[in-house]
């Protein structure tokens, strides 16, 4: 059985760092795409980043670059995302996901998801 648990969130201030974890298991991490999605409060799930199998290639929503890293660890099957100067707008139940295939910003075509972790910056 495949689960992706996620870690991390919670209440911050604006302009501070938080990282997320997700840690995979029921899968073989290494063959996976993983995914950082999140979802603000009355609106639809966006993508936020994406990392492929060996963590050589990475891709950003446009907003989001230079503020988020993501990466990964194969050898502990976690997939992290590193949320800097944090903004109010930034407020989110953020999900890690896994594709069996290349990455994508396609959130449909992922096969597995965490159940979420909230992140609430105030102002």
């Known amino acids: 059985q495949v689960q992706l648990v996620e870690s991390g969130g919670g209440l911050a201030q604006a302009g501070v760092s938080l990282r997320l974890s997700c840690a995979a298991s029921g899968l073989t991490f290494s063959n996976y795409a993983m995914g950082w999605f999140r979802q603000p409060p009355g609106k639809e799930r966006e993508f936020v980043a994406t990392i492929n199998w060996s963590g050589t290639r990475t891709s950003y929503a446009d907003s989001l670059v230079g503020r988020f890293t993501i990466s990964r660890d194969n050898a502990k099957n976690t997939v992290y995302l590193q949320m800097n100067s944090l903004k109010p707008e930034d407020t989110a139940v953020y999900y890690c996901?896994?594709?069996?295939?290349?990455?994508?910003?396609?959130?449909?075509?992922?096969?597995?998801w965490g159940q979420g972790t909230q992140v609430t910056v105030s102002s």
């Open positions: 996901a896994a594709r069996g295939a290349y990455t994508t910003r396609r959130e449909n075509t992922y096969d597995y």
